[in-house]
């Protein structure tokens, strides 16, 4: 990590951007240092990404439950204190929740 001074952030005064899944909503709070995109996203209750995601990601489960299925078939369940990681083009993915989820995602 280069480029950017140490600094703080207050996310509830970043304003949310709504995206629409295949079903629910995605609320991203997303701020950018330097190549480096942090968002706190929510996903609403019945949330189903509307796309398999191929860009590489550092998640964490803050609250609510996600699933994560991979284009092979395999899901993953996160619960609150757990994440995963994936690299840029490595596993093509997409999630869900049936009751809403909380995140801090690093990419």
Not at 55 to 66: D, N, P, R
Not at 76 to 96: C, I, W
């Amino acid at each position: 990590m280069s480029d950017f001074n140490f600094g703080t952030t207050d996310w509830s005064l970043i304003p949310q951007t709504k995206h629409q899944g295949e079903s629910g909503l995605a609320l991203w709070r997303t701020q950018y240092f330097s190549d480096i995109r942090v968002r706190l996203v929510e996903y609403t209750p019945g949330y189903l990404a509307d796309h398999w995601c191929v860009k590489g990601h550092i998640l964490f489960c803050i609250e609510g439950e996600l699933h994560t299925e991979l284009e092979d078939g395999r899901v993953f369940t996160l619960k609150p204190g757990m994440s995963y990681q994936v690299a840029d083009n490595a596993e093509p993915h997409r999630s869900s929740t049936a009751h809403g989820a909380k995140l801090f995602i690093v990419d």
